[in-house]
């Protein structure tokens, strides 16, 4: 119903505060936003939408990053770091490999705490402030519990984060535990996670703020709006398509529901909508299942397993308002295995793009479905990079070459570039994971390149 592209604007209802209320998509109840909490339709559990009587065009954004474009946002301004206004990376070589018209990659790594989830958190604390709630929490695969952290001790506020034990990356554990967060890990998936942290919501315990909160997709449309500017800036027209990862399904929601706000306000053509197109991990694909069965909806994976251990999700909470997104747009899902991720990731490094793996996803995805002539050589693709290579440093040593030891001399030095022995330590890196492995210490857990460099040390000291 109101998930159709063409959905005219709305006239705000009663009890919106401002013009902006929240809506649920399955069975149309409207609920005042910020009166009580609401994440999922108190009538009929159905995912809940914020709306705006207002719809935005584009002359009513100015300044920059997220809030620039606070006229399609429920305040002015919220708890920021500053977040948004990420590259768009230009790829030439990596366009010509993969043969089409223009690539582009929207880097969301390049976000203060090294991920998209900036965006929905600026929003989603200052709905917290606007509640006067005091504890904060989020299951995660990593990267919404970095920015819960930052976020929330930005704000001031109490933070918990619930994680699967032993499969969340280095580099985002760490940026929890150092901006104070309450960290709790659980033996089970992601997805038990989130089942967990809604019950404590719905106890009254902690304000959740994972994507189910509507309010955090509000922040993250932005990158939307943001890409279709810019492409038209430097084109004179939007992208054809945007290809991005997909985990709880939120960023496809939220991008599907920038471009519906800027339709309804008739500041985009439904025909000049990008198709969005999503990406999964092989071993964690229940949106990519849908698509190719045409269903509405998702089953859940209870076993799921990937290297890019961001979108290890078997339960996308935000499927009845992505796969719509998908749908409406001519867009369509693909899944790709681990090492295709890995080639990817290695081709953006190559062009100077450093990304975690499930950021890479969305470049293997466009580079199977172009092979396989879904995607035509005459599109213009925005490719969606999620996350900062730092992130995961055990997947980058992986993916990457292996340091090479010298001698403390120049003459030696020289010697060695010179005689080409690039690799000379081949498969140090694998060496390392067994080290931390065989050492009983978690490489995850315990702190990624720090770690793995002392092991690397450790064996370099060993052989000498
Ligand atoms: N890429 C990265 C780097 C992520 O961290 C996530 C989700 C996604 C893609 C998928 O995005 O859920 O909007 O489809 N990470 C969440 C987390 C689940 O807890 O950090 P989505």
């Known amino acids: 119903m109101s998930?159709?592209?063409?959905?005219?604007?709305?006239?705000?209802?009663?009890?919106?505060?401002?013009?902006?209320?929240?809506?649920?998509?399955?069975?149309?109840?409207?609920?005042?936003?910020?009166?009580?909490?609401?994440?999922?339709?108190?009538?009929?559990?159905?995912?809940?939408?914020?709306?705006?009587?207002?719809?935005?065009?584009?002359?009513?954004?100015?300044?920059?990053?997220?809030?620039?474009?606070?006229?399609?946002?429920?305040?002015?301004?919220?708890?920021?770091?500053?977040?948004?206004?990420?590259?768009?990376?230009?790829?030439?070589r990596l366009r010509e490999e993969i043969g089409v018209d223009n690539l582009r990659i929207k880097h969301e790594g390049m976000n203060p705490t090294g991920a998209f989830k900036d965006r929905g958190m600026t929003v989603g604390v200052a709905v917290a402030k606007e509640l006067s709630v005091d504890r904060l929490a989020c299951a995660s695969t990593g990267n919404t519990s970095a920015a819960l952290a930052a976020y929330g001790a930005r704000g001031d506020m109490e933070t918990l984060v619930l994680l699967p034990s032993g499969k969340v990356a280095a580099g985002?554990?760490?940026?929890?535990?150092?901006?104070?967060?309450?960290?709790?890990?659980?033996?089970?998936n992601f997805d038990s996670c989130l089942d967990i942290v809604q019950d404590l919501a719905s106890l009254g315990e902690v304000y959740l703020l994972n994507s189910l909160n509507p309010f955090r997709l509000e922040g993250q449309k932005t990158i939307g709006f943001e890409i279709l500017e810019e492409h038209y800036n430097d084109y004179g027209k939007y992208p054809d398509r945007i290809v991005l990862p997909v985990g709880n399904a939120g960023n496809t929601a939220a991008l599907y529901k920038a471009f519906r706000e800027l339709v309804a306000g008739g500041a985009l053509d439904e025909s000049e909508v990008p198709k969005l197109t999503g990406v999964q991990a092989e071993g964690a694909a229940p949106m990519v299942e849908a698509i190719e069965n045409d269903r509405d909806e998702t089953r859940r994976w209870e076993n799921v397993e990937t290297k890019a251990t961001a979108?290890?999700?078997?339960?996308?909470?935000?499927?009845?308002?992505?796969?719509?997104?998908?749908?409406?747009?001519?867009?369509?899902?693909?899944?790709?295995?681990?090492?295709?991720?890995?080639?990817?990731?290695?081709?953006?490094?190559?062009?100077?793009?450093?990304?975690?793996?499930?950021?890479?996803?969305?470049?293997?995805?466009?580079?199977?479905?172009?092979?396989?002539?879904?995607?035509?050589?005459?599109?213009?693709?925005?490719?969606?990079?999620?996350?900062?290579?730092?992130?995961?440093?055990?997947?980058?040593?992986?993916?990457?070459?292996?340091?090479?030891?010298?001698?403390?001399?120049?003459?030696?030095?020289?010697?060695?570039?010179?005689?080409?022995?690039?690799?000379?330590?081949?498969?140090?890196?694998?060496?390392?994971s067994a080290a931390a492995r065989s050492a009983g210490v978690s490489a995850l857990v315990g702190g990624g390149i720090g770690l793995a460099y002392l092991a690397y040390r450790q064996l370099r000291s060993d052989s000498e």
């Open 3 to 92: 998930l159709e592209l063409s959905a005219p604007p709305q006239p705000a209802p009663t009890c919106a505060n401002d013009g902006v209320w929240l809506e649920c998509i399955e069975c149309g109840e409207q609920f005042a936003p910020f009166e009580e909490i609401h994440y999922t339709c108190a009538e009929c559990d159905g995912l809940l939408e914020v709306r705006y009587g207002d719809p935005p065009t584009f002359e009513d954004f100015e300044g920059s990053g997220v809030w620039r474009y606070n006229a399609a946002l429920p305040f002015e301004k919220g708890v920021t770091l500053p977040e948004g206004s990420t590259p768009l990376h230009n790829v030439p």
């Open 311 to 432: 979108i290890r999700i078997g339960n996308p909470v935000n499927a009845p308002k992505a796969l719509p997104g998908i749908y409406n747009t001519g867009g369509t899902a693909v899944a790709v295995s681990d090492d295709e991720i890995t080639d990817a990731q290695r081709d953006l490094a190559t062009a100077g793009v450093g990304v975690e793996p499930a950021s890479a996803a969305s470049v293997a995805g466009l580079r199977k479905l172009r092979a396989s002539g879904e995607i035509g050589a005459d599109e213009s693709v925005v490719c969606l990079t999620t996350g900062h290579l730092l992130k995961d440093p055990d997947a980058a040593f992986e993916a990457g070459g292996d340091p090479e030891p010298v001698a403390n001399d120049t003459d030696a030095v020289l010697e060695h570039i010179n005689a080409g022995q690039k690799g000379a330590l081949g498969g140090i890196a694998q060496k390392v």
């Open 172 to 188: 985002k554990i760490a940026q929890a535990s150092l901006h104070g967060a309450r960290i709790l890990e659980v033996d089970g």
